[in-house]
């Protein structure tokens, strides 16, 4: 049996082919990867919408591809540094930091199921230009580093095969880290798709360092529980994330439990990954309402 995570990559895989933007040839090889057998896969695929009659592309699938690279949303970036710091039990954990000039906070980011490439890079340097020192962490740092794969598909696989307990154990050590680099400010975090749900991931594991998180659109953990921390939540949805959007009202309902200051807003007319200005759903006008959006939050509860 899958475990929840592993079972969201698999139906970001599905999905992916679902919506036209790769090949069923492609999304069998990655479910694959991630363990499943043809039979598994297929039966995936189909549940899924693979077989349904077509629907009309979405506007991303529509769009001829760019002949230029799409303008991402916020300031031009600060460069990054890639660093090292210690992790638990001593194993040694990556990133990239961006330090921001008279910061206002700090920020740790929390990428995609591709892992750390340079569009998280990149929110972390524009996290930085906008006045919040950023650290994007590598979830695949004990295995070398998302750069030691030479394919995103075997990214997503190895994330997949990682029980949740270490993924909060690295990200309460890069909490730590950001904690030395930028001493006297409060801490923040934003994660998209999966990186969303790694926020959810924490947030949930009685973390009290956090004033302020920013999930975008990813999965709650099952039987998520909020009272061990005092983090404001901003919640970001697409409406057009039927599968994410599911667990939508249970994030509601666990921050209000434990009483924590949110906000969960949907943004019309998108999908999934909306933000992320170098894949194929990228929607300008929404990506930049979304950065001001954090950038609000942050100025309320980290500045």
């Not at 309902?253 to 990954?273: C, M, Q, R, S, W």
Request: proline residues 7%.
């Amino acid at each position: 049996m899958m475990s929840p995570f592993k079972r969201y990559l698999a139906e970001e895989i599905a999905l992916d082919h679902v919506e036209g933007l790769i090949s069923r040839r492609e999304a069998l090889r990655r479910l694959a990867l991630l363990g499943l057998g043809l039979p598994a896969a297929t039966a995936l695929l189909s549940a899924c919408g693979a077989d349904a009659p077509a629907a009309a592309p979405s506007a991303a699938a529509a769009s001829p591809t760019p002949s230029a690279p799409a303008s991402p949303a916020g300031p031009s970036p600060l460069p990054t540094e890639a660093v090292t710091f210690a992790g638990p039990e001593g194993a040694p954990l990556r990133g990239a930091w961006a330090a921001a000039p008279n910061g206002k906070g700090a920020v740790l980011v929390i990428h995609e199921n591709r892992g750390l490439n340079d569009h998280t890079r990149s929110v972390a340097g524009r996290l930085a230009a906008s006045g919040y020192s950023a650290l994007a962490l590598d979830l695949l740092s004990r295995e070398g580093g998302t750069d030691s794969f030479s394919d995103t598909a075997q990214v997503t696989a190895k994330l997949g095969e990682i029980q949740p307990e270490r993924f909060v154990a690295d990200m309460k050590a890069a909490l730590d880290e950001l904690a030395v680099r930028a001493p006297g400010t409060k801490l923040g975090m934003v994660g998209f798709c999966f990186g969303g749900g790694m926020t959810w991931l924490l947030l949930s594991n009685a973390e009290p360092r956090l004033a302020a998180a920013v999930p975008f659109y990813g999965p709650l953990p099952e039987g998520a529980d909020f009272t061990g921390t005092r983090a404001a939540v901003l919640g970001i949805y697409a409406e057009q994330d039927d599968r994410v959007n599911a667990t939508r009202d249970a994030a509601r309902a666990a921050l209000e439990k434990a009483g924590l200051p949110h906000e969960i807003v949907t943004f019309p007319g998108v999908g999934h990954a909306f933000f992320n200005d170098t894949g194929q759903r990228y929607n300008a006008q929404a990506a930049a309402q979304a950065y001001q959006r954090v950038l609000d939050w942050f100025g309320r509860h980290l500045a």
